[in-house]
């Protein structure tokens, strides 16, 4: 069977395809062989096949290891449904009776079955293991192989029993396939499944034709999404949130917008998960919101964009997440909203799991914001993660390449870097070599005694800001390297021992910063329908109104408010209420003179004024507010409010925000009062009262680690809701 002919003569037979694609052919040879293969392919180019052809060739029963029951149905009606005889693919698992159990054992034992889908729970069975000892067994295929590392993005322990259990049952060559992992991550797999000696086969993770961008996550995050659906009408695209509940509501409120979306979630039923599925798969609904539990296996290929809501857990998860748009080589349009806040919410989840757990999740996690706060090429930084070099200097296909930043010289501050690593014997991860450069004594630094080393704080004198592109793209540059099996230390690589020796220029972008309030920064290249022009006589007319009533200038209205001001053109107050941040009360108080001097320009400039978007929110969100207004009346205790409501305190705080930002008044000092002494309210009073800025980041770092963030929080609301509303 192993001749050119034959091969293709069998694809064409079983699969009607006339050639193979990429590493197909090879891959199939090698199996045919009888030897280990270790395959990395990504999302729609092909994997099934790799193993799914050599089945249908060789003697006996091939054992494909899969994790999810959908998958396997999906799969075997595929096979099934192209053969002529029935039960050349059966699935074990638990969603068969008994007498479905029977069958599929009859099919294998009377040679029918080339095929047997098993999830590793079915597969580590006492009486499954004793039938298969039975089983003449041609090759054992672990599909979504990544489950087996600690490191995946997808971890599932059963999958560590598979090595034991293919030595009970007999042992048959391992093909393992996944369509992510990093070095770390593919050298467990081939340890664990005992396949150290196998080929490998890795395809390129590039994927032209999809588009990269990354958005500061602002309060008006949900009016954005369905700016951009609309804009995207009719186009198929999937919603990922980390939260159930965040999947529901806003299902609801892109229903409520005219949008047809579902949710799906583990905590659906399966028979309404079903349903949405196939609503999705035959076009009834255009966008399914979702948990990370929707999509291994969706074999959608005009899904057209894919936003992240919350940013994910890892980058392995984003890419397999990303991957599942323009799956046919058209758009896809990958959108990830990132607030360095639900960074610190995820970080709190892992509090209760093991040490060794957390230290994993929590570098997963950085590598996350690395990638979201770097300026560099998208593209180039994914594929370096997952151990690809991308020669371009500009993909041309993501945000970062579309609107690059200046360039600024690095040469000294690597130096300083590649020094500061090697000085601490290359022991350490990137965090701790930053403090170590600052000059910052950790209690860290000090017990390994390297604020003594000379090298310790050389680079005091550099931004700050500086050290984590530095160090990322000294990562890319490949002058550092991160260990494989210590993941995350740093190590100096030839070439850069060689810049030590002869620094040259090493020029870099700076990161984005993502602040929770909106600044100028955020402004530039915020939406692309700034008018930059009327941004600026806006700010100009705050200021001057601010210097007349004698109020810093964000009293009266934010900087979010005044770029959707010149974006969206509002020129009635009635349509001022729509713009983030400007409630009835604000509109009245300051709005006339800003709607005046829209209108001016709109008329002077000829300038057509886009629809209004009105944003209808669902009555359960509005609710809320409601309920907190009447609570905080009736003089209640915020913790007790928070309770009360289901939500966290931080998230009450940010609802008492929005209410007093867009122009309601509240007095929450009978709380205020019972928490905090009265020389700490004056502090923290003054500062807003002289402060240029209301952003939390400024004011917690002028203010210094005496005055916690939450009473920082507590003190703007009164301030705000006082000098403003």
Excluded at 19 to 44: C, H, W, Y
Excluded at 395 to 408: A, Q, S, T
Excluded at 700 to 707: A, S
Aim: hydrophobic share 35%; glycine share 6%.
């Amino acid at each position: 069977m192993n001749n050119q002919p034959n091969l293709i003569e069998q694809l064409k037979h079983h699969f009607g395809f006339d050639k193979f694609k990429g590493d197909q052919e090879a891959i199939v040879r090698n199996v045919l062989a009888g030897k280990n293969s270790f395959v990395l392919m990504p999302t729609g180019g092909g994997k099934s096949l790799c193993y799914q052809l050599p089945s249908l060739i060789m003697e006996g029963t091939a054992i494909v290891i899969s994790p999810l029951i959908a998958l396997m149905k999906n799969q075997v009606d595929v096979i099934n449904g192209m053969s002529e005889e029935e039960g050349i693919a059966h699935y074990l698992n638990s969603s068969l009776n008994k007498a479905a159990i029977d069958q599929v054992k009859a099919d294998i034992l009377a040679g029918k079955t080339k095929l047997l889908y098993v999830a590793p729970e079915s597969l580590n069975k006492e009486e499954n293991v004793e039938f298969l000892k039975g089983v003449k067994i041609s090759f054992y295929a672990i599909d979504e192989a990544h489950c087996i590392s600690e490191w995946g993005h997808d971890f599932r322990p059963e999958y560590r029993n598979i090595r034991p259990t293919i030595q009970k049952i007999g042992v048959a060559p391992v093909i393992a396939l996944t369509a992510t992992a990093t070095d770390k991550v593919r050298t467990d797999i081939k340890k664990s499944l005992g396949i150290l000696d196998a080929d490998e086969f890795k395809s390129s993770f590039n994927r032209p034709n999809l588009y990269y961008e990354v958005r500061p996550k602002t309060n008006d995050i949900d009016k954005q999404i369905i700016m951009f659906v609309k804009q995207n009408a009719g186009k198929s695209g999937i919603i990922y949130c980390l939260s159930r509940k965040k999947v529901e509501e806003l299902a609801a409120i892109l229903c409520a917008n005219d949008i047809k979306a579902s949710p799906y979630h583990a905590g659906l039923d399966s028979a309404t998960r079903s349903q949405t599925q196939d609503d999705f798969l035959m076009e009834k609904i255009d966008v399914i919101v979702a948990t990370i539990a929707f999509g291994m296996g969706i074999d959608k290929p005009d899904v057209r964009f894919v936003i992240h809501y919350d940013i994910p857990k890892s980058l392995e998860g984003y890419y397999q997440e990303t991957g599942r748009a323009g799956r046919d080589g058209g758009e896809g349009k990958c959108i990830t909203f990132y607030a360095y806040k639900d960074l610190q919410k995820l970080e709190k989840f892992m509090e209760g799991k093991p040490v060794a757990e957390q230290d994993i999740g929590r570098q997963l996690l950085q590598e996350t914001a690395a990638y979201a706060e770097s300026s560099v090429c998208r593209r180039k930084m994914l594929l370096h993660y997952f151990g690809e070099e991308y020669d371009k200097d500009n993909c041309g296909c993501c945000d970062n390449c579309l609107h690059p930043k200046e360039k600024i010289e690095g040469k000294d501050a690597l130096v300083i870097v590649l020094k500061a690593v090697a000085a601490v014997k290359e022991n350490f991860r990137t965090n701790y070599i930053i403090d170590f450069v600052k000059g910052r004594p950790t209690d860290d630094i000090v017990s390994h005694h390297h604020d003594q080393l000379e090298e310790f704080g050389l680079g005091e004198d550099e931004s700050p800001k500086i050290w984590n592109p530095v160090i990322r793209q000294a990562l890319i540059a490949g002058y550092l390297k991160k260990e494989v099996e210590n993941y995350g230390l740093l190590k100096l690589t030839p070439a850069g021992k060689q810049f030590l020796k002869s620094p040259h220029s090493f020029p870099i972008v700076e990161d984005k910063e993502f602040n929770e309030d909106f600044d100028d920064e955020s402004v530039e290249g915020g939406g692309n329908a700034l008018d930059p022009t009327l941004y600026a006589m806006l700010k100009d007319l705050r200021k001057d109104m601010a210097a007349r009533l004698k109020v810093p200038a964000y009293v009266i209205f934010q900087d979010i408010s005044l770029e959707q001001m010149a974006t969206m053109y509002p020129i009635t107050l009635q349509e001022l209420q729509n713009i983030q941040g400007v409630g009835v009360g604000k509109a009245k108080r300051y709005g006339a003179e800003f709607c005046d001097l829209i209108k001016r320009h709109c008329e002077e400039n000829s300038i057509e004024r886009p629809e209004e978007l009105r944003v209808r929110t669902v009555a359960k969100k509005s609710m809320l507010k409601v309920k907190i207004i009447q609570a905080i009346d009736r003089q209640i205790d915020l913790d007790d409010i928070a309770k009360a409501q289901g939500i966290e305190f931080e998230d009450l705080l940010d609802e008492i925000e929005a209410i007093v930002y867009s122009g309601t008044k509240l007095n929450i000092d009978y709380y205020i009062e019972e928490v905090m002494d009265d020389d700490r309210i004056d502090d923290i009073y003054d500062y807003f009262s002289d402060s240029e800025t209301d952003a939390l980041k400024e004011a917690i770092n002028e203010l210094g680690e005496d005055y916690p963030e939450d009473e920082i929080r507590l003190i703007r609301i009164k301030f705000i809701s006082e000098m403003a509303n």
